[in-house]
T-cell receptor, first 114, second 112 residues
Framework: GAGVSQSPSNKVTEKGKDVELRCDPI?????LYWYRQRLGQGLEFLIY????????KSGLPSDRFSAERTGESVSTLTIQRTQQEDSAVYLC????????????FGNGTRLTVT | DQQVKQNSPSLSVQEGRISILNCDYT??????FLWYKKYPAEGPTFLIS?????DKNEDGRFTVFLNKSAKHLSLHIVPSQPGDSAVYFC???????????FGAGTTVTVRA
């Protein structure tokens, strides 16, 4: 497709379960980002991938969160032992390069932890 | 630590009038600024940007103004249209930084 694709669009899970969120970036985009938006708040940076460089994980809120990216393609964000405070919209974005290139966002995955 | 602040959570404007959205930032290293627009259940979409070497950038009905000394930028939409009703996010980064810092957003409602 032409845009960033995320799946699932919605996910409801029980507290304590693990979830995996998927992102397909725009083809050719070397940079990939994960952000999350909690209700009524702005976008919070989670993690950044650029090519084959080591990812910037500085935004991950706890060690329950991890992400992987294979080359310059699909990325998965995994949340282990989910908590209610993890409920948010998780947004993936890609861009051509770092610095100065607008991010192109997917529609997000709305995660609800009950 | 909120480095980008949008102090007005909402704005209501009549169709045809001007919408003015404000954004303040605290990090003096920021030199690239963007506005994103977000509809419900969709991801944010890029609207307009400005680099610190400029104080104004215009694209159709959208104009962004930058006041570096005040660490303030604004987005003007004129004339406002019903389709402009959305959440607008201000974002900023440094030239050597890949991370965008976002504000909390301003919800714009354009009344017919």
């Amino acid at each position: 497709g032409a845009g960033v694709s995320q799946s699932p669009s919605n996910k409801v899970t029980e507290k304590g379960k693990d979830v995996e969120l998927r992102c397909d970036p725009i083809s050719g985009h070397t940079a990939l980002y994960w952000y999350r938006q909690r209700l009524g708040q702005g976008l919070e940076f989670l993690i950044y991938f650029q090519g084959n460089s080591a990812p910037d994980k500085s935004g991950l809120p706890s060690d329950r969160f991890s992400a992987e990216r294979t080359g310059e393609s699909v990325s998965t964000l995994t949340i282990q032992r989910t908590q209610q405070e993890d409920s948010a919209v998780y947004l993936c974005a890609s861009s051509l390069s770092q610095g100065g290139s607008p991010l192109h966002f997917g529609n997000g995955t709305r995660l609800t932890v009950t | 630590d909120q480095q980008v602040k949008q102090n007005s959570p909402s704005l209501s404007v009549q169709e045809g009038r001007i919408s003015i959205l404000n954004c303040d930032y605290t990090n003096s290293m920021f030199d690239y600024f963007l506005w994103y627009k977000k509809y419900p259940a969709e991801g944010p979409t890029f609207l307009i940007s400005i680099s610190s070497i400029k104080d104004k950038n215009e694209d159709g009905r959208f104009t962004v103004f930058l006041n570096k000394s005040a660490k303030h930028l604004s987005l003007h939409i004129v004339p406002s249209q019903p389709g402009d009703s959305a959440v607008y996010f201000c974002a900023a980064s440094g030239s050597n930084d890949y991370k965008l810092s976002f504000g909390a957003g301003t919800t714009v409602t354009v009344r017919a």
